[in-house]
């Protein structure tokens, strides 16, 4: 560890400083040989903002790579999507994320984050993501990680890479039409369209609201038993979803099925079969099938990292109190864990470094 390195230090030579788009990034030239890192993080969320915090205060050499943008998934958010999420379960620093409004959108979270990332000075090279991840020699930690770009050395490793690589498919005849989408962005394109949303969450739920809200003709295809969930914690609709959703259905607006599957989709239709049995046939020019992701696990499984199924994910084998899976030095955060929420992604990593800090003084 360099503990006398300060947050906002000069970079040497093997670390440069580099302007994207208004965000810092840094440029970390290490070659098997240079210079090892005592922390590479490898995803730019939430939980690996939290990370890079955390190591930065307690004095890590640290690196934080992340394929896509800071906060990526928040990113892929629908514009102007309320989050579900009250502003003390979201911010990196108590009372710094002062929405406008009770909850804050899409776009305020993403400014929090972006802004947290460039005013802490994080390391971050955004746009890269991690291919490979290799033991070097047989002790605890010592990995080689490779990118497209670079191969970093680090001593540790932490792996938050989010949960939403992967949209889950219905596979079901027409589903890779270009008018399928597994992913909602916004409303407008679709006015005085037919739309049909299938799904049972909030993400579906919500893009039906938008949809039926902007003059689309819309179906949402629920399941009754998501539809008559009411428990918070078995992701039932949330309220201010729910209420709005069903004024649209009652003025008219938007169309309630509850339905057990699709059959088909076609260029003009989509094919259904109802609860109770009969097929159905609607008119329709876009459809949305928003019921999950699962996350990527390519990486961790390459490394050697176990899985254990939970519910209908993977979640990889980790101790419960120090988030180190069975590859030792190899550590795991965020919302592919059992503790996926974005308030447990955040703290989770200031629970962990501290023990990575301690492990790492152990090998000294």
């Known amino acids: 560890m360099r503990h006398s390195r300060r947050q906002n230090d000069k970079p040497d030579e093997r670390r440069v400083a580099a ?35 955390a190591a930065a205060r307690s004095g890590l050499d640290y690196l934080v790579i992340e394929k896509g943008i800071i906060a990526d998934t928040i990113y892929r958010y629908p514009v102007g999507r309320t989050v579900f999420s009250t502003p003390e379960e979201l911010e990196l620093r108590e009372k710094s994320l002062r929405p406008c409004r009770d909850k804050p959108t899409r776009e305020e979270l993403l400014t929090h984050y972006v802004r947290f990332a460039l005013e802490q000075n994080l390391r971050i090279r955004t746009e890269e993501g991690a291919e490979a991840i290799d033991r070097v020699g047989d002790a605890t930690g010592n990995f080689l990680v490779r990118t497209a770009r670079a191969e970093y050395r680090a001593s540790r490793v932490l792996v938050a890479t989010g949960a939403m690589a992967y949209p889950r498919r219905l596979n079901v005849a027409g589903e890779d039409l270009p008018k399928v989408g597994h992913r909602f962005v916004e409303a407008y394109p679709y006015v005085r369209k037919d739309a049909l949303v299938v799904g049972g969450g909030n993400s579906a739920a919500e893009a039906a609201l938008f949809l039926s809200e902007e003059g689309a003709r819309t179906t949402l295809a629920i399941w009754r038993a998501d539809w008559e969930q009411r428990d918070p914690k078995m992701n039932a609709i949330k309220h201010w979803v729910r209420t709005p959703l069903e004024r649209e259905i009652e003025e008219g607006r938007l169309q309630l099925c509850f339905f057990t599957d699709i059959t088909a989709i076609t260029a003009r239709e989509v094919r259904l079969r109802t609860e109770d049995g009969a097929l159905r046939t609607i008119p329709n020019d876009a459809v949305f ?21 939970a519910g209908l994910a993977q979640v990889p084998v980790y101790d419960p109190d120090t988030y180190e899976t069975n590859v030792p030095g190899l550590y795991v955060a965020g ?30």
């Open 335 to 364: 919302h592919f864990t059992h503790a996926p929420h974005i308030k447990q992604a955040i703290a989770v990593p200031r629970h962990i470094i501290p023990l990575i800090v301690h492990s790492l003084r152990a090998t000294v």
């Open 19 to 53: 302007g994207r788009g208004g965000v810092r990034v840094w440029r970390q030239m290490s070659r098997p040989g240079g210079e090892q890192l005592d922390l590479l993080i490898i995803g730019a969320g939430p939980a690996g903002l939290s990370a890079a915090d």
């Open 289 to 309: 099938i928003l019921i999950g992701a699962d996350a990527d696990h390519t990486l961790l499984s390459r490394a050697g990292v176990e899985f254990t199924t």
